[in-house]
């Protein structure tokens, strides 16, 4: 929810999206298998397909302006909206000032903006004409303007409220999908299309709180997997799907650092670690589905167990019998539907023995 700022000293610090891939739509042309020609309509067109890259992430360097989205009632710049107005008692006015302020309890935030910048009133009106605005137009509104689209990329962006152009700037990006308007809607999943994030003074202290909370909370949780009486430590790193625990003559003090190192990253990673750890914990049914973990993961490294789009899937082949196949959604369905279901403890037993032989 937008919230008027009266403190033109204040600094909004804006900073990327830690967690997304930057994912576009591109139209590529769909050619024919036969032939080499593409593949045409009834009216002799390139027929179009979109495909979305599975990881796509933004060039250092590389920016984007992000510019109010169009609606039907105008462009969406977060400034229609009525707020309390600080200006309602003001001994003097303009004659246009007077009737929009002057004794209103509440006014569009356009209004309150308009006259704290010095803006004639409906400067920063949101209804702006579709279509290209000429360069050389003399009376353009502020959202025809290039400065009403602010730049931002993968760095920290810092925007002054003392700078009008930045003061507007704020609301509008407050209004943007790409722009989650703290930390806690962005992990929360209030936004899932946000590419920044405003950086708020309660969620900062909120995450420098978790972040020593991780140095307690994870230091424990690690010491206990390392001075248990087994291989735990290491099939932490398998749980997590580390890409060092391929290798086969890790030891657990690497383990140790691997998973340290991976955990204080960011609360995300953290927040996975303990819920391994938490597995690992329960010996009655999480302590399976751990384990079992790690042995997925064998049997995917050795090429054993296929993973195409969330689906797990073994090939049980037995010569001089017809090849059968095991297939499930999502990989806590395959460890419990089928490596912990004692229905298939012979197949279980047979995957496990080809595993064996190809890591000999």
Not at 90 to 97: G, H, L, R
Not at 170 to 192: I, R
Not at 277 to 296: C, E, S, T
Not at 302 to 313: C, F, M, S
Request: charged share 30%; with cysteine; net charge neutral.
């Amino acid at each position: 929810m937008t919230k008027y700022i009266k403190e033109d000293n204040k600094k909004i610090r804006i900073e990327p999206n830690p967690y997304r891939n930057i994912k576009q739509k591109f139209k590529m042309k769909t050619k024919k298998l036969s032939g080499g020609q593409p593949v045409v309509n009834l009216q002799g067109n390139p027929v179009y397909t979109e495909v979305t890259p599975e990881s796509l992430y933004r060039v250092p360097g590389t920016s984007k302006r992000v510019a109010p989205a169009r609606t039907q009632k105008g462009l969406n710049t977060g400034l229609d909206m009525l707020v309390t107005n600080p200006y309602k008692d003001v001994n003097s006015y303009t004659p246009e000032w007077e009737v929009v302020l002057k004794g209103k309890e509440k006014v569009l935030l356009q209004h309150i903006l308009e006259y704290e910048c010095g803006y004639s009133l409906d400067y920063l009106t949101h209804r702006i004409p579709n279509g290209v605005v000429a360069s050389d137009k003399v009376d353009k509104k502020f959202f025809e303007t290039v400065e009403s689209k602010p730049r931002l990329d993968g760095n920290v962006t810092f925007l002054h409220l003392s700078n009008p152009i930045h003061k507007v700037n704020y609301y509008t990006l407050l209004a943007h999908k790409s722009v989650a308007n703290t930390w806690d809607e962005l992990m929360d999943g209030g936004n899932e299309e946000a590419e920044w994030y405003i950086v708020d003074d309660e969620s900062k202290q909120k995450r420098q709180k978790s972040k020593s909370m991780r140095v307690v909370e994870g230091g424990a949780a690690l010491k206990e997997l390392m001075d248990s009486n087994s291989d735990s430590i290491l099939t932490m790193t398998k749980a997590l799907e580390l890409s060092e625990a391929s290798d086969r003559n890790i030891t657990k003090d690497k383990a140790f650092n691997i998973i340290y190192n991976y955990y204080n990253k960011d609360i995300k990673s953290f927040d996975q670690f303990i819920e391994l750890y938490n597995l690992w914990k329960d010996p009655v049914v999480g302590r399976n589905k751990f384990i079992a973990m790690g042995d997925l993961f064998n049997y995917q490294n050795q090429g054993l167990v296929a993973y195409k789009g969330g689906r797990y899937t073994w090939y049980k082949t037995i010569p001089g019998e017809p090849a059968e196949t095991f297939t499930f959604n999502g990989k806590m369905n395959f460890i419990v539907e089928f490596l912990l279901d004692p229905a298939n403890q012979e197949n279980v037993e047979m995957l496990q023995e080809e595993y064996e032989s190809k890591i000999k």
